[in-house]
Structure formats: structure tokens, C-alpha cells
């Protein structure tokens, strides 16, 4: 179900110093509900939407609390310093796709729905999880919004493939498995780059899924600054070959250390600052047509997992418009 934004997931200190230079996140969000959405001010607009839902990660035996994720990034966001115009350039939260009772297959349809429809009003949607089970209701939001002819390309920052079997159901570690279904039973091309894979966390038989859709990948040890030039070559190429880009960050691709609040905690993983630079990249090619954030499970964080998840939402913003 769709559940309106609320202006009480926003708060935080106010400044003593008066005036604009001195305001914050929480003080110029506009809370507006997505039947009163008007269209975006500027182009590629980001925007707000949480996904509440933990039933993928339940289903995918991981740890439950994911469906919390998206006002714990809120409150992480709340205390930000504000430094742009927020007249000119509005900070929008248009509040939660919710998944209840189970039902993830609606969830997943509303999910779509709402994404094709702040598509159409223009705005880039930032959607906050939720488990990684937010990729497939995402991508038929894009689909459903772009045309036929047009090429999709996912870029997948994740120490998984989620490539698994659904046979019993869709969960979070079956979404691009269903997206790769879904284009070969509507004959649309499947363009797929995971970045950060832990050999470790993926069975061979996932590999071979990969191997034969001919898709590459980019394992977590070789994500290195002595190697990011050709990180950056890889990401671009595969960027040529598509039209637009959904990107999805899986907060397990970093190690626990940095990210204990995820739903698959990992020991190993790639370094914040590099999937910072890898985000920048992507960015840079202008073909970004809606980006995620999923598994952040406030339950097992201590707050460094949401503050790290708001922060790469914050240098998004920044790029638009500071």
C-alpha cells in the first residue's frame, strides 16, 4: 500500500543563527503525497520515495528490519546543512510504497507504478529500502515508462548476483533473475553489470546464469585506486551500450565495518570512498534514469550504516544542484 509522507520523519536542531545560510535538510523538505505531486521544477529533479519492505529479505532467510530502512536514512538525512536554494531547487519526500501482509507482488506493482509516474512528471527518483527485492518493482517502473526501442542497462554495486531461482516466490535475492525472465519473455535486451561481487557469497551456478545471459562483472578485490581507471573504462563501455542507467546500491557491498546495519552483514567488501568515485561515474555519463539504495537494516546499526546510506543520497543532490 501507498502511505503519505510525513513532515515528523523530518526533524532536528535548528540553527540559532538566523537566515538561509544557516538552514537544514529537515527544516526545507516538502512533505507532498504523489496524487499532489506537481511536475518537477528542473530537470532530472531527484526525488523521495521509501520502499518498507522486508518480506524478500524474510523469504531469503537474511535478517529481518529492512522495512525500516527508509525513515531511518530520513532521520540520518534530517541534520544535513542545506546549500542550495531549496525554493529554486525543492527538497521533495513523497513518502512510502509499503509492503503488508505479505504481499509483495502489489508492493511490487505500486512500486512500478509510482516510479513510471514521477518518471513522467520528470523528477530522477531516489528510491530509500527496503530490501534488495526493491530492484524488480524499480526496473518495471522504468519499463513501463520507457520506450520499447529504448535499452535499459543495470549497474548493481552488491556483493551478490541476486540471481537466484523464485520458484517459490520472488525475495531479495531473486530480482534480476525475474528482470532477466521478464526480457527474454517480452524480447526486450538484458544489460546487467554487478559491481563489487564476493565469489564467496555466490554459488557457481550464479556465475554460469551470468556467463550465459553474457554479462561481465567486476569482483570486489579488484576494486582498487590502482585500478579505478579501469573501473571507470568498464563502467563507461558498458554505458555506451545502453540508453539509460538504473543504478542500485546494495549497502552489503561494503565490509560490516563500515556498514553493520544490512540484512547480509560481510567481513570483506569494497571501501566506501570507491563506491563513492564509482557512483560519480556513472553519474557523469548523464544517463542515470533512477537510482536506489537497498538492505539497510536499522535494527543491527549503530547509525553509521543510515549516516553512510544519506550521504551518498547527499552527494546526488549536491551534483544537481549545488
Not at 536554494?85 to 525543492?90: K, L
Not at 532477466?180 to 557457481?204: T, V
Amino acid at each position: 500500500m501507498y502511505r503519505k509522507p510525513e513532515k515528523s520523519n523530518w526533524s532536528g536542531r535548528i540553527d540559532p543563527n538566523k537566515g538561509k545560510d544557516a538552514l537544514l535538510w529537515h527544516q526545507v523538505i516538502e512533505c507532498i503525497s504523489l496524487d499532489d505531486l506537481p511536475p518537477a521544477k528542473n530537470k532530472c529533479q531527484p526525488i523521495l520515495l521509501g520502499f518498507k519492505s522486508d518480506e524478500g529479505v524474510k523469504r531469503n532467510m537474511g535478517r529481518i528490519g529492512a522495512a525500516d530502512g527508509p525513515d531511518a536514512m530520513r532521520k540520518a538525512m534530517s541534520g544535513f546543512a542545506l546549500h542550495f536554494d531549496a525554493d529554486q531547487y525543492p527538497l521533495i519526500d513523497c513518502g512510502d510504497v509499503v509492503a503488508s501482509d505479505g504481499d509483495l507482488n502489489g508492493a511490487h506493482q505500486e512500486l512500478a507504478q509510482a516510479v513510471t509516474g514521477l518518471l513522467s512528471k520528470k523528477y530522477l527518483p531516489i528510491v530509500m529500502g527496503g530490501g534488495h527485492e526493491i530492484s524488480y518493482g524499480h526496473y518495471c517502473g522504468i519499463s513501463d515508462f520507457t520506450d520499447r526501442d529504448k535499452v535499459i542497462g543495470i549497474i548493481n554495486l552488491d556483493a551478490h548476483f541476486d540471481l537466484r531461482p523464485y520458484a517459490e516466490g520472488a525475495h531479495s535475492g531473486s530480482p534480476f533473475r525475474q528482470i532477466l525472465d521478464d526480457c527474454r519473455k517480452h524480447k526486450r535486451e538484458f544489460h546487467y553489470f554487478p559491481i563489487g561481487i564476493n565469489p564467496a557469497g555466490n554459488q557457481q551456478s550464479l556465475f554460469k546464469v551470468l556467463d550465459e545471459a553474457r554479462q561481465t562483472f567486476i569482483v570486489q578485490d579488484q576494486i582498487r585506486w590502482d585500478n579505478m581507471a579501469v573501473i571507470k573504462d568498464q563502467i563507461l563501455t558498458f554505458a555506451d551500450d545502453v540508453d539509460h542507467i538504473y543504478l542500485t546500491l546494495d549497502l552489503d557491498v561494503m565490509p560490516a565495518a563500515h556498514a553493520p546495519g544490512v540484512s547480509a552483514p560481510a567481513a570483506f567488501g569494497v571501501d566506501p570512498n570507491h563506491i563513492r568515485e564509482m557512483i560519480r561515474v556513472v553519474f557523469s555519463t548523464n544517463k542515470v534514469i533512477s537510482f536506489d539504495i537497498a538492505e539497510l537494516n536499522p535494527t543491527y546499526d549503530d547509525g553509521r550504516t543510515a549516516k553512510l546510506a544519506g550521504s551518498f543520497i547527499y552527494d546526488l543532490i549536491a551534483q544537481y544542484h549545488i
